[in-house]
């Protein structure tokens, strides 16, 4: 019989407390000191541990009652890191402590020599789990002296505190092992104590039964579920990030139940597909009750249910079995082979996403209740597809449930109170009308595995040519922490904040005043016609009608003159203009699905005002370790993608062979269903590189001084099924520091066969790993060895993009599963997409030669006839291959005729690359992306040049 819970809220505020003191018992490590003491030279002593314990009430005890003796908080803190696990003198409390830093210490390997590594006092940088490293160490010690130490016991208060200040320290300032940042460091050791001393209180009942701390294990509790399901088919943006929101509100509410309520565990991993915590090793955990019976499974589903009442059922699940992360016999002189290390089994709770059902029991009552108001025919709520429409009117109206109109309303209404974001589509939209979702993915899944490609970074490079005297890094709880923190790091603060400066602010709206003659929802949105069949959208703020619209697009639609709808100001006077003059406006419901149009109200006495409101036109609708959606006006999807490209090889440089990113955008307009965008970007999405591509290295150039090795890769032709594009390209690697010093840790890459002058045996960095889906390990060899004749395995990175000009169009976006390229449409011998990435930049380079290069550019008329000229001819011939000579001759002519004498000031590079992307068939594609659906235009041209022909 599984026993009871109530022992952990008798000893919360214990548990809390120690967790906690797991979190500051390296807290010395956030200084100047530290830094300066573990420099090269070293300068001075760490801060000394009275630094700290001043700060606490000396007093402070914990555990006051059996089954754990009592421990001052003091000793926790500077006892709990450091010395024996079988140390007598010390409390049983500050051993486990001790048990729970070495057991997370797998990752801490030796360098060969204690110096090793050592940094500059004035320039230790940290460094990502990808080897990129940031700004130098600075001002360490007053983030410690400024942690709110009063709050000690508010857990909430204290952890954000904490938090913030030891994630900008360090948990070893040595290279290569400066990628653990110290709070993933204690973060990790805290969860672990947590998770022992709950699973020690649920399980002993006497001090004298209390178990060797080096006998500790622990278990993962997962909550997952396939998120897609639930959001995905959202018909708005308010009802997506409504979804969203949703869901996670009940996964807060879990959190919160196993972190404080009943402290026996911590969440370590969230994304859309749910939560991951750190449990006791109590096999029957969750059969445990509380004073009322209910048992932990009963209480999670309760917690979950008080959010999603019954529309959906979560259920769930922990280990089989638990795990004691670095082997309890490890010294520092175990040999790998001679350990049994057991890293965080986390890999396949993140693949499972279980399709989630309501509770048969609510639903039957949900329908009856609709029944039983007089609603028997009703049809289901159109968000979230189990609830009945209702009951009142204006959700009926709207064909979804009073529950998800309430959800929606409010978050309209936070939005009216911090109007400097959107949640509208219409405002998004750019000035032709349409929208970008921006879609993208970092393939981690082969990071997350114990043998995966952590174990392609080394703590030790090989020692004069001696492959086995490199020593390979662990995947580690605190390391795979760091992995997807760093991806989940990347989209927030490399995308996400930098949108505001690659989009500019947009502003004024405009606000309607007035008469109404019925009254309306309050925050819910409605539509006005400034000109038959030109909607405006407008929400009802408290008392005013607020349009939430791109008022350049309405403006050009109503038939305005380009002057008065060249900028957001000019539009907003225009449209203020139009709308003051009208003694009515009539407001309607927004789009009904059956096409009609139904009057809501009338308004009179109009007074139209423009509010110097300025807000950013994105919307994030995904952000999680592994995928980022976005949504930002079509005319700036390019500008966003180029600034993605350029983050990731700044940052992933050095592993970007073995972590390709997948960047794609699907363009719509504005009236457009969300979720069959959002269904075209998850279809998008699945394409993958594989990491054992092979590829030959045809040329090779270290560049020394800038430590940047430049490369051309072709596909081998001994590969069967390979795409008939994408068969080389150009792409640099970096293999320096911070400091500008050669990196010797991270740069590698996997080689299938070397060149036949140059076998392994003759290079100096070398060392073996295991290849993913290779059964036997695979050489590694630093980047800056690799010679021309390699074969190399590499995933490449790609870039996609598709026009949804009807709804089904997303059906087609379909791909093959070894070559990553689309399935042929019908009318296609052969396809052109997905591009590598890298042909993003040859793409830019073309399009400024022939479109914005004012010395040779041609008109829209002249693109358009060159295209014409070229897919007629391809499609006639039926070309099988894209490398047809014949077809390469006729491009040649075509593009020579049509650029007349101005052909010759184009370089030969470049005309040769207009030849092969005109033959191939991606130069339909190029102006497929820029006329036809970015709708490009330049500006008029000069007298000038007009006289002399070049437009």
Same mark, same amino acid.
């Given at each position: 019989?599984? !026993? ?19 979190? *500051? ?43 754990? /003796? ?12 450091? !010395? ?247 010294? #520092? ?116 595995? /114990? ?78 016609? #400034?000109?038959? !069949? ?245 050489? *590694? ?167 002399? !022909?070049?437009?």
């Amino acid at each position: 019989m599984a !026993g009871s819970l109530e022992i952990l809220k008798q000893h919360q505020k214990d548990l809390l407390l120690a967790e906690v003191a797991a979190w *500051l018992h390296d807290c010395r490590k956030c200084s100047d000191e530290n830094v300066r003491s573990q420099a090269a030279p070293p300068i001075g002593s760490n801060l000394p541990w009275r630094c700290v314990l001043d700060r606490l009430d000396p007093n402070l005890s914990i555990f006051q009652r059996d089954p754990i /003796p009592p421990v001052r908080i003091g000793n926790l803190i500077s006892e709990g890191g450091h !010395g024996g696990v079988e140390d007598s003198s010390q409390p049983w409390a500050v051993l486990a402590l001790r048990r729970c830093h070495k057991a997370a210490h797998v990752e801490k390997e030796e360098p060969a020599s204690k110096d090793d590594g050592k940094q500059p006092a004035d320039d230790t940088r940290p460094s990502s789990p990808f080897g990129f490293e940031g700004s130098a160490l600075k001002d360490l010690t007053k983030q410690l002296e400024d942690l709110p130490w009063e709050k000690l016991q508010n857990r909430s208060e204290f952890r954000k505190a904490a938090q913030l200040a030891f994630s900008k320290a360090l948990g070893d300032t040595r290279r290569p092992i400066n990628e653990v940042d110290l709070w993933s460091w204690v973060h990790i050791v805290a969860t672990l104590y947590k998770a022992a001393l709950a699973g020690i209180l649920l399980t002993i009942g006497r001090t004298e039964d209390l178990p060797v701390a080096n006998t500790l294990k622990w278990r993962l509790l997962a909550l997952r579920f396939n998120s897609s399901q639930i959001v995905d088919r959202s018909p708005s943006i308010s009802a997506l990030l409504a979804r969203r929101a949703w869901i996670n509100e009940g996964l807060d509410k879990v959190e919160s139940l196993l972190e404080e309520t009943y402290p026996l565990g911590t969440e370590v991993y969230r994304d859309a597909n749910g939560s991951v915590f750190v449990v006791p090793d109590v096999e029957d955990l969750l059969d445990y009750a509380n004073e009322n019976g209910q048992t932990l499974r009963v209480m999670i589903q309760s917690a979950l249910d008080s959010v999603l009442e019954g529309e959906i059922i979560i259920t769930p699940q922990i280990d089989t079995n638990g795990w004691w992360a670095q082997d309890p016999k490890w010294t #520092p002189k175990s040999k790998p082979d001679e350990l049994d290390d057991q890293p965080l089994p986390i890999t396949e709770w993140l693949k499972e996403k279980r399709v989630v059902n309501p509770d048969l029991a609510w639903t039957k009552s949900s329908w009856k209740m609709a029944a039983d108001n007089g609603k028997p025919s009703c049809e289901p709520c159109l968000i979230s597809g189990v609830r009945p429409q209702g009951p009142s009117q204006k959700a009926i109206e709207r064909k979804v449930s009073d529950f998800w109109l309430d959800r929606i309303g409010k978050r309209s209404k936070e939005w009216a109170e911090k109007p400097e974001s959107t949640i509208w589509m219409s405002e998004i939209a750019d000035i032709n009308g349409r929208v970008a979702l921006i879609a993208a993915s970092l393939d981690i899944s082969h990071w997350l595995t /114990p043998d995966g490609l952590v174990n392609t970074l080394l703590v030790i490079p090989p020692q004069q040519g001696d492959p086995k005297s490199a020593k390979r890094k662990t995947p580690s709880f605190a390391r795979l922490r760091r992995v997807w923190k760093t991806c989940e790091g990347f989209w927030e603060e490399s995308v996400k904040g930098q949108l505001g400066g690659l989009l500019d602010t947009i502003g004024p709206r405009l606000t309607i005043a007035g008469d109404l003659d019925r009254s309306l929802a309050p925050y819910q949105a409605y539509e006005i016609y #400034p000109r038959p !069949g030109i909607s405006l959208e407008v929400m009802l703020d408290k008392r005013n009608l607020v349009a939430i619209a791109n008022l350049q697009y309405v403006a050009r639609q109503v038939g305005a003159d380009t002057e008065d709808y060249s900028t957001p100001d000019r539009a907003a006077q225009c449209l203020a203009k139009q709308l003051g003059e009208r003694e009515e406006i009539v407001i309607y419901e927004p789009g009904l699905s059956d096409g009609r149009q139904k009057v809501v109200a009338h308004l009179r006495n109009i007074r139209v005002m423009i509010r110097q409101d300025n807000y950013v036109p994105a919307i994030d609708i995904l952000s999680e370790p592994q995928q980022f959606m976005v949504l930002v006006p079509a005319a700036k999807g390019l500008e966003v993608i180029h600034h993605i490209k350029s983050e990731y090889e700044a940052k992933f440089s050095k592993v970007k062979n073995r972590l390709p990113l997948h960047l794609s955008i699907v363009f719509f307009g504005r009236k457009q269903p969300l979720y069959t965008a959002v269904d075209a970007a998850r279809r998008m999405l699945r394409r993958s590189s594989s990491v054992g591509t092979v590829w030959l290295v045809e040329k090779v150039v270290d560049q020394p001084d800038s430590h940047i090795v430049k490369m051309t890769l072709s596909r081998t032709t001994e590969e069967a099924g390979l795409p008939q594009l994408n068969s080389d390209f150009e792409t640099e690697i970096s293999y320096g520091t911070g400091a500008g010093t050669e990196d010797d840790w991270y740069p590698y890459v996997f080689v299938q066969d070397t060149a036949t002058n140059k076998p392994l045996s003759d290079r100096h960095f070398v060392f073996q790993a295991h290849l993913p889906g290779h059964a036997v390990e695979t050489p *590694l060899v630093h980047v800056k060895e690799l010679q021309e004749g390699d074969k190399i395995h590499y995933a490449p990175s790609t870039f996609d993009f598709e026009f949804l000009d009807v709804t089904a169009r997303r059906f087609e976006l379909l791909y093959d599963e070894v070559t990553g390229m689309r399935l042929l449409r019908a009318h296609e011998t052969y396809t052109t997409r997905p591009f590598l990435l890298e042909d993003l930049d040859v793409m830019r380079d073309l399009w400024s030669v022939i479109a914005e290069n004012t010395s040779n550019r041609r008109t829209i008329t002249q693109l358009q006839q060159i295209t014409g000229l070229i897919e007629t001819t391809r499609l006639d011939w039926q070309i099988p291959s894209p490398d047809d000579s014949t077809l390469g001759k006729f491009a040649e002519h075509v593009l020579r005729r049509s650029f007349g004498k101005l052909w010759n000031r184009i370089t030969e590079t470049r005309r040769n690359t207009m030849i092969r992307w005109a033959t191939w068939g991606r130069w339909r594609d190029l102006m497929e992306l820029y006329l036809s659906i970015l709708k490009w235009r330049w500006q008029e041209a000069t007298v000038e040049e007009l006289k002399e !022909g070049l437009v």
